[in-house]
């Protein structure tokens, strides 16, 4: 049977994924990537790592190790940086995923003579004329597919994700059964390498933070902030905007950043209406089949725990469309992905540039 | 399974097993008690002694039992710290044992300077002569380094610091029952060693002290160990380091020919079928049985999960928590690239190994090399 290297990472996903292949009769083998270099308190590569081992314990495969901090640092967090630098809210994983996971991973996985590899991710594929498409997970609450938009024909048909067809209670039953001791294990949240940290701090040591104002719509300051790239649209938390201030009690949210003049734009109430936009610009376009969809019923998400949204395309240029939805969409952040759907199967994505 | 990493560590020797298990389970008295277990316990510590004593040319009260190799440096260093302004002269290639304590030690108020090697890993003795102060209290330079073999000119280095009021510190873990350690010869103040890197078990290491007064305690507590460091004694696995130590220079001239002539014909079959090698490290000046080798073209890490998959140890740059590989900070020191840094395995042969053994990770590296 074809061999199969599985990236371990400790989590319970992946660690079902790789017990679901032998079930099926692969060989299987196990990497663990350590992508980041971290003393901290925070970090928590040496138990993920322990808890990879006691699962290959269990399963009796090999468990590898394999460093990309290198290639994470130069390909993914330079990236990062530049983004926040700009003002802008990127999102690593889906970099980590098209650089790192199915890139460099996937390269070195071929190389120790894997047919395929998989992965822990909650997406599906399928075969359809010669095409891989990429489906969601079946788990409404887990699917992963907006992480994944960005892989090409290549990658995808080099890839297994052995529970996109599984509810996350179903995973942490067989990871129960098999007796793995990351069974219960805290989902992962937020970005990776800062894990439970506090965003701010862990920025502040790449980024000289710039403070600035707080202003209103009517452009009266009412604040201050440490920093444009510690905010993002729609943000309502840590503003710290005395209740005094406003002209109701109704909760401040961010509208705006101006990044020319350094002030953060507030105003009142989640109805407010500039958080609201229908049409939004977006460029480093991918379409997972290589071309623009044909669909009559095109969706898309602005943002990982967004609602699919009906739209339509309209392309400015060979790098640039513009998206229109039907309704408004709440806090389009730029440097988050927009990601499309035809119903189940995703279609690829772009980052957003711009909102009107 | 072909174990070809005994620089990290070595397979017990089965008569050291043999006396451990013995110990362990008949003598079960605390060696401070004066009665008959007790005593029993203090002879087994003793009769030890002796023989890591006989095995070094030392005297008996110049041997302290530790945790292992790391302790033993600590010890030395850590007890430098109350001297005011103390330095310390060291090098690059050193093991973290030495390197990172420095590191730690260094805003307690102990200073250090750590001298180049050359490309085969030689400490550069003009440098060292130059980095001399007056407040330079030690110099510790290792007797072999651990990844590439190579072996220091210590009496040259003693020649250097002889009158000038600096003690003379060597980490010769990698070399006990491979090349001849002799405190008297080497003529060093202290001196570390590690049980199982010569067949011993883990969990217990050496320190010779030439004299006691130079070195303070490391652990407080009971008079165990002279004082220096309490605690009761780990009396089977100390029975078991007297047993290996003494196993182990027992054949030392038949067990390092063995050692060089494994090296010698597995570099030479290697070359035959893979010129494009590079050895890493001084031919001449090198541990018998230990060779670091890079192939350029081939990622360590592949190489090694390969050899891995056909139940061949093998060991590459330095080992750390999570398992993966990082460029090796010896190689880096002697003018590798990172590229090739990351190309490079450390074959370190065993005298359990045999010549059939070697011939069959040949005929495998052959088949993962591609050739």
Redesign the interface.
Known sequence: MSRIVVGLSGGVDSAVSASLLLEQGYDVEAI?M?NWEDDSEYCT??Q??KDALQVCDILKI??????FAKEYWDKVFQHFLEEYKLGRTPNPDILCNSEIKFKEFLQ?SI???AKKIATGHYVRTKNINGETQLLKGLDPNKDQSYFLHTLNQNQLSQSLFPIGTLDKSEVRIHAEKKGFTNFNKKDSVGICFIGERNFKDFLKKYIPAKPGFIIDELSNVIGQHDGLMYHTIGQRKGLRIGGGNGQSTDAWYVLDKDIENNQLIVGQGIKNTRLYKKNLNASSIHWINNRKPEVDQLSAKIRYRAADSLCTITALSKTKITIHFEKPQFAIAKGQSVVFYNNEVCLGGAIITSSY | MYYFDHSATTPINPLVLELMTEVQKNTYGNPSSIHSAGREAKIIIEKARQEIANAINAEPFQIYFTSGGTESNNHVLWSLVSIKNAHIITNVIEHPAILKVLEYLEPHGLKNTLINVDKNGLVNLKDLESQITKETRLVSIMFANNEIGTIQPLRKINKIIKGKNILFHTDAVQCLGKIKVDVKELDVDFLSLSAHKFHGPKGIGILYVKNKKDISSLIIGGSQEGGLRGGTENVASIAGAGLAAKLSVKNLKENSKKLKDLKTFFIKELISFFPKIIINGDLIDSLPGLVNISFPGFRSDILLAKLDRVNIAVSSGTACGAGDVKPSPVLSAIGLDIKLNLSSLRFSFGSTNTMAEVKILLKELKIILNI
Request: charged share 30%; aromatic share 18%.
């Open positions: 663990f350590k590569v040496e993920d790592y090999p468990l590898r190790s394999v460093n070195y190389e120790l003579g």
